[in-house]
T-cell receptor, first 114, second 113 residues
């Protein structure tokens, strides 16, 4: 498995501001992902964070709203830009270990937008 | 389109009872079926997983039953304990290179003493 940490664990933000969430893994991984989990809901994939290239976004998510960086094989950031109350959610990063075909999740960042 | 249908969405079980959560999938290309357990304030954690070449996999009190012809799989929690109270997600993916994991809607399980 992998040990994944996220910062911050939670935040309360004002409408119109931006928040950057960090994800750190204790080993080098090829695949890193960002998910959103709205209260009481399932997990929705936002994008795949590719090392050294632009992230791959799922339908309904755009780079201007959710810019992602992946500077190396152990770290990624997700920025939630120009936030509105609808962005209040838990944001999770996950990694897939080579050959494991299984995703391991970080503890999540609970975001509240006022 | 929800490709993995999960039921029930909530479940209350008495301590010592059996908790059963069911999932059905549509894409016959799926060949890996993990279950995740999520406690409040935590990220989902892999609980148990199965591939369609076996009909059942057991790990402690947790058992996955798999019916390939019906495209259904289920999680059984034997001797359910209050500490099992959590949200459970079934999921499905395709092996070989990276494939997106499709999650069910989740089942909130409450085990009452």
């Amino acid at each position: 498995s992998a040990v994944i940490s996220q910062k911050p664990s939670r935040d309360i933000c004002q409408r119109g501001t931006s928040l950057t969430i960090q994800c750190q893994v204790d080993s080098q991984v090829t695949m890193m992902f960002w998910y959103r989990q709205q209260p009481g809901q399932s997990l929705t994939l936002i994008a795949t964070a590719n090392q050294g290239s632009e992230a791959t976004y799922e339908s309904g998510f755009v780079i201007d709203k959710f810019p992602i960086s992946r500077p190396n094989l152990t770290f990624s950031t997700l920025t939630v830009s120009n936030m509105s109350p609808e962005d209040s959610s838990i944001y999770l990063c996950s990694v897939e270990l080579a050959g494991a075909n299984t995703q391991y999740f970080g503890p999540g960042t609970r975001l509240t937008v006022l | 389109q929800q490709q993995v249908k999960q039921s029930p969405q909530s479940l209350i079980v008495q301590k010592g009872g059996i908790s059963i959560i069911n999932c059905a999938y549509e894409n016959t290309a799926f060949d890996y079926f993990p279950w995740y357990q999520q406690f409040p304030g935590k990220g989902p954690a892999l609980l148990i997983a199965i591939r369609p070449d076996v009909s059942e996999k057991k790990e402690g009190r947790f058992t996955i039953s798999f019916n390939k012809s019906a495209k259904q799989f289920s999680l059984h929690i034997m001797d359910s304990q209050p500490g099992d109270s959590a949200t459970y997600f079934c999921a499905a993916s395709i092996s070989g290179g990276y494939q997106k994991v499709t999650f069910g809607i989740g089942t909130k399980l409450q085990v009452i003493p």
